[in-house]
């Protein structure tokens, strides 16, 4: 809201906030990551706050929390929370409603008895309270539960609303006055000098009304006054407006502690907490991750974090005792406790507040993390494994992909990286969410791709439980023709393999097949591997290859390939062993020619190896210095060349001509082959 507005509706006597002094002023906005270094919080005192700048936070989730239908706590879960609470350094703990049921009324003694009993180095100790209505058997049950308490605190409520008055209570105005001085006089009257009255519904009921019962509240006694929004009808401006006319007509109001409690029906609970803090309330009650009634309550984290962020400039220098360090883990506990789960867009401790998936926004983070982040995770004790929360997703840039793999420990270069993006984007565009195994997946299959001779461009597939499952494949070939077949199989990869193999220049018999999932759930992506040898016809002098110290084993190629569909994954994998397979045979075929043209010569300088050994196979030695090329240059041969007899009738130099080459030519050539074909 802006100053302007704040400034009409701010009313005559409204007290204005001091702002914090330079020596101890609030960095938060600036280095949010170092704890809000405020100044101590002032020492405890029921009705007032000697600081005029510290706002109370009163924490009500093991009570309206609890609440929340479907959410329910034990004794022993209350006090693990009200510990954690502690923690975070609210002011109120707010433990429970007695009266309801004998596990709360012990769930609430102890937490009084043991966390409102324990005193920080700094002093501090969290006041205990407990709910109640303004009945005898009530407010005796609420005070038996927090008495051993070190600042014992008793809430009693009652409706000031016509349409409660009317139809729920039953009473006229001047009844529901004397309800409220009666029940304030028998807790003094108990020892109880900590007394909060809560004024139920007195967003929608009359001002003139709620200013006298607060009134009269105050002269009976009454330490703290809660004013609540029970519903969520108020907007932020009409809440402003409802605490400042409080702070103008009602006699003894600066005696008091003024506080709020606000609901979120229309998404306003949050807002309205923070102008009624603006509007001169020193108490704010909130839950944790909002939970509470039908909507829940104001979110204790969001009003928390704003007023750390923006109390000082545009709040009057409003702070907190609150150390935010432990929002993060205290919001878990109480998901995980009270079943409550945070929906993943939730302000400050949902799991998208610092996630970045769009592109614009990665590129941006990765220049400077103040460009979409105002709050440090680090802050709220939240440790993330990227330092600028990337989340790899259909609108995730390649510079946020290349950034990924770089943490990763890959450095690939811009083609393999535009290959392993195209391949990322479809993932991307039919799974919701990449995991970092899906991404080392599309990266090792590119990285250790073979050689492209054939490329899948096109599957369908065709099965079920009546007919046989036929395969329709696309491939292109290295002479960039696409050429399809149609396969029939068992099942749908052995159809699809069947219509590969049917357009494969290499015959290969399959030797093991496996898939498994690199990811959980319906989405996850798949990785299959698959181990082929080429028929016997394929390799000259039989299958077999030497690999290491003499040992014969059969010659194997293996392939791997990773997508969201298995078929599609199974595909991929067969061709890319497939690639090894031509890319072997065909070097070895190459290899075995010039050889067979070079002649013995080349034998004693190129030893026979096996080219392409895979998994062990023995390294090419280099081949010999070769000596400075003759003046004159061979001609070319003509049909002739190969015979041994020089072409054209001349001789050329350097040595006797073989197949229009020199002796010496051919051994380079078998060398540089056989070393190419074993990288």
Not at 594 to 600: D, E, S, T, Y
Not at 623 to 644: M, R, T, W
């Amino acid at each position: 809201m802006h100053s302007a507005l704040l400034q009409r509706v701010r009313a005559p006597g409204l007290p204005t906030a001091r702002p914090c002094s330079r020596r101890v002023r609030c960095r938060a906005a600036d280095r949010p990551e170092e704890g809000l270094r405020c100044p101590p919080r002032p020492l405890y005192i029921p009705n007032r706050i000697d600081d005029p700048n510290y706002v109370r936070i009163f924490d009500t989730t093991l009570r309206d929390g609890e609440q929340s239908p479907g959410c329910t706590l034990t004794s022993k879960e209350k006090l693990s929370i009200a510990k954690q609470l502690y923690k975070l350094g609210v002011d109120v703990i707010e433990a429970g409603f007695p009266v309801a049921s004998p596990d709360d009324f012990e769930g609430v003694r102890s937490i009084a008895q043991e966390v409102g009993n324990t005193v920080r180095d700094d002093g501090y100790v969290p006041a205990i309270c407990a709910f109640a209505r303004p009945c005898d058997s009530d407010i005796q049950r609420a005070w038996d539960a927090v008495k051993f308490a070190r600042f014992p605190r008793v809430n009693f409520f009652i409706a000031t609303s016509e349409i409660h008055m009317k139809h729920k209570l039953r009473m006229t105005g001047d009844q529901v006055t004397e309800t409220v001085v009666g029940a304030i006089r028998n807790l003094r009257a108990m020892g109880c000098t900590d007394i909060e009255f809560t004024p139920e519904d007195a967003g929608r009921s009359d001002p003139l009304f709620l200013y006298e019962v607060l009134g009269e509240a105050i002269r009976a006694g009454a330490t703290t006054l809660n004013i609540t929004d029970t519903v969520g009808w108020c907007l932020p401006h009409e809440f402003l407006s409802l605490m400042a006319g409080i702070k103008r007509n009602v006699e003894g109001v600066d005696d008091v502690v003024l506080s709020s409690h606000c609901h979120n029906d229309l998404g306003q609970a949050a807002s309205n907490t923070l102008m009624a803090a603006v509007g001169g309330a020193r108490q704010l009650e909130v839950t944790i991750n909002g939970i509470g009634e039908r909507a829940g309550n104001a979110s204790a984290e969001e009003v928390i974090m704003a007023i750390a962020l923006r109390g000082e400039r545009l709040m009057g220098g409003l702070r907190t005792g609150i150390q935010p360090v432990h929002l993060s883990a205290t919001s878990k506990m109480v998901a995980e406790y009270s079943g409550m789960m945070v929906q993943p867009h939730k302000a400050v401790v949902g799991a998208n507040a610092f996630a970045h998936e769009s592109g614009i926004h990665q590129d941006g983070m990765l220049k400077a993390r103040e460009t979409y982040e105002i709050i440090r995770p680090e802050s709220i004790g939240l440790v993330r494994d990227c330092d600028a929360g990337l989340v790899l997703g259909k609108h995730s840039g390649r510079k946020a992909l290349g950034t990924k793999l770089k943490q990763m420990g890959f450095e690939l270069p811009a083609e393999q990286l535009n290959e392993v993006f195209k391949r990322f984007k479809g993932l991307a565009d039919k799974k919701k969410s990449i995991s970092d195994e899906d991404v080392l997946a599309l990266v090792n299959e590119e990285v250790h791709a073979p050689p492209t001779i054939i490329t899948l461009v096109d599957l369908q597939v065709m099965c079920g439980s009546v007919g046989t499952p036929t395969a329709t494949v696309s491939l292109r070939g290295p002479d960039g023709v696409v050429r399809r077949a149609a396969g029939m199989g068992n099942g749908p990869v052995d159809a699809a393999y069947k219509a590969i193999e049917s357009l494969s220049p290499v015959k290969c018999k399959l030797l093991d097949y496996s898939v498994s999932s690199i990811t959980e759930g319906i989405d996850a992506l798949v990785c299959t591997r698959v181990t082929v040898k080429p028929a016997e016809e394929e390799l000259e002098g039989g299958g077999m290859a030497t690999v290491n110290q003499g040992r014969l084993a059969e010659r194997r190629f293996h392939g791997s390939g990773a997508d969201e569909d298995i078929i599609m994954s199974s595909a991929r994998a067969y061709i890319s062993a497939l690639n090894k397979a031509i890319a072997y045979l065909a070097a070895k075929k190459q290899i075995s020619t010039l050889r067979k043209a070079a002649g013995p010569a080349a034998d004693e300088t190129v030893p026979a190896v096996s080219p392409g050994t895979t998994h062990g196979a023995a390294t090419a030695p280099s081949p010999p210095p070769v000596p400075p090329p003759a003046p004159a240059p061979a001609p070319a041969a003509d049909s002739s060349a190969g015979s041994g007899k020089p072409a054209h009738g001349r001789q050329p130099s350097g040595g006797r001509a073989v197949g229009g080459r020199t002796r010496r030519g051919r051994r380079q050539l078998v060398a540089r082959a056989a070393t190419a074909e074993e990288a």
